[in-house]
T-cell receptor, first 115, second 117 residues
């Protein structure tokens, strides 16, 4: 089982709609969860992080974490064409020793917002 | 703010040639990382350095070597380039402090696009 899985194929959403992305992880000891946005030909850019169960909102983005079920999700409200990108889920691996901050990344989900 | 700076941005090599990818960060981060990103494979960790003077292998270290020159700089060397090493390479850095060693996000450079013929 891969450490971090993002199974959904490309997601097309109309402008103004909600885009929903899901990510599951295998290590029950993981404590830190990140969402990165990557535009084509560019580097990953951090958009959200969450450490505690529940929801965390930042502008149009909401991250949801459920450690019992080992999934983390990202909601993008009022989707805009500028949100068209690949979204990467990253999870801290609990096997890290003190001083280490190793992340396992999912393969990403492409989001296309249709005007 | 420069953040994480990678050089070069593009490079074409012939099979068997060697080269070093450079990475420097100005955020006073103690941990640094090298990833490669291939279509359909996501980001895969090559090597990382938890702190100055230490380096460890990641998921795909074969064919690469690294040097943590000082706190700011972390270089990646291909000794004998192979076509399978054609990829986009990203360097990243993060803070790792205290008991929240696993809590800090990584910040990425712009990447090096490497083609090996």
């Amino acid at each position: 089982q891969k450490e971090v899985e993002q199974n959904s194929g490309p997601l097309s959403v109309p402008e103004g709609a909600i885009a929903s992305l899901n990510c599951t992880y295998s290590d029950r000891g993981s404590q830190s969860f990140f969402w990165y946005r990557q535009y084509s030909g560019k580097s990953p850019e951090l958009i959200m992080f969450i450490y505690s169960n529940g929801d965390k909102e930042d502008g149009r983005f909401t991250a949801q974490l459920n450690k019992a079920s080992q999934y983390v999700s990202l909601l993008i409200r009022d989707s805009q064409p500028s949100d068209s990108a690949t979204y990467l889920c990253a999870v801290n691996t609990a096997s890290s020793y003190y001083g280490n901050n190793r992340l396992a990344f999912g393969k990403g989900n492409q989001v296309v917002v249709i005007p | 703010n420069a953040g994480v700076t990678q050089t070069p941005k593009f490079q074409v090599l012939k099979t068997g040639q060697s080269m070093t990818l450079q990475c420097a960060q100005d955020m006073n981060h103690n941990s640094m990382y090298w990833y490669r990103q291939d279509p359909g494979m996501g980001l895969r960790l090559i090597y990382y350095s938890a702190s100055e003077g230490t380096t460890d292998k990641g998921e795909v270290p074969n064919g690469y070597n690294v040097s943590r020159l000082n706190k700011r700089e972390f270089s990646l060397r291909l000794e004998s380039a192979a076509p399978s090493q054609t990829s986009v390479y990203f360097c990243a850095s993060s803070v790792t402090v205290g008991s929240q060693a696993d809590s800090q996000p990584q910040h990425f450079g712009d990447g090096t696009r490497l083609s090996i013929l």
